[in-house]
């Protein structure tokens, strides 16, 4: 039971990001192509979107094997950084269509921003606590 304790912003973090992943692709993708077979702006946030979503993946999943180290601790920290930086992605650094009521507006970006939130809080409040429980025990860097 202990284990699993200790793997359990892993276990968050690695749901949360393969929820980011296949969401992206799948319930809360950006919009289809245009009659003409080319693809609107928000296409590309969700490219984005989803190559970030497999990196915090992989974060995610060395976090879980690390368990109660430093490296579970970095990884965290990093997956938090990547899930900060991926919210900003659907309308700030890639735009999306320009009519407000399209599906990347109203489901894709809030979406793509709760989860990331929710990863980055759960890597934050990990770091800290792994690295505190460190120092508690007397194993300075």
Do not use: Y
């Not at 003409?36 to 990196?55: K, L, P, R, Y």
């Not at 979406?111 to 990331?116: G, K, N, Q, S």
């Amino acid at each position: 039971m202990k284990k699993i304790k200790d793997r359990t912003a892993g276990i968050v973090m690695t749901v949360l990001s393969l929820l980011l992943t296949v969401g992206v692709k799948t319930f809360f993708g950006a919009c289809g192509p245009k009659d003409d077979g080319s693809w609107m702006t928000c296409h590309w946030s969700e490219q984005a979107v989803f190559m970030a979503g497999i990196a915090l993946a992989v974060i995610s999943v060395i976090t879980l094997a690390a368990g109660r180290s430093k490296t579970a601790a970095g990884a965290s920290l990093g997956g938090a950084a990547l899930a900060a930086v991926t919210a900003f992605v659907p309308g700030i650094a890639i735009n999306l269509c320009m009519m407000t009521n399209m599906h990347c507006h109203t489901v894709m970006r809030p979406a793509v921003i709760v989860l990331c939130v929710l990863i980055a809080v759960t890597g934050c409040v990990n770091s800290f606590l792994l690295i505190r429980n460190d120092r508690k025990n007397g194993a300075h860097a």
